[in-house]
């Protein structure tokens, strides 16, 4: 069964299989507004905890979404090169962002289950 941890950067991961499927939270989508570009990361493609993973664009700015652990991209939402607004309207179902393969689970521990993630954005 899939697992889910959050960031407070405002990543989700849905972990399931040693395959992390990660995306934005809705407070996050809704503190960009209309996304018009996601900038899609290259599958293979090495992360470290901390880099940048995705560039999306709304209305109001670029921001960064970075790689919540470890781990190699396996797959990029290529739905969201035609419809970006997917993040909006879907920010934790098909709005998804990247998967990856994790390199070390151990780095799941330090991240926030949905109770802690709803407190942290109070």
Sequence with gaps: MAKTYFTEDHE??????GIATVGITDYAQEQLGDLVFVELPEIGKKLSKGDTAVVVES???ASDVYAPVDGEITDANA??????S??????TGDGWLWKMRLA???Q?????DEAGYKAHIG
Excluded: I, Y
């Design 108 to 112: 799941l521990e330090g991240l926030l």
């Design 104 to 106: 070390n689970e151990g």
């Design 86 to 91: 997917l993040v909006n309207s879907a920010a």
């Design 79 to 84: 739905s969201l090169s035609s419809d970006p």
């Design 12 to 17: 989700w991961l849905r972990v399931e299989g």
């Design 59 to 61: 209305v109001k700015a």
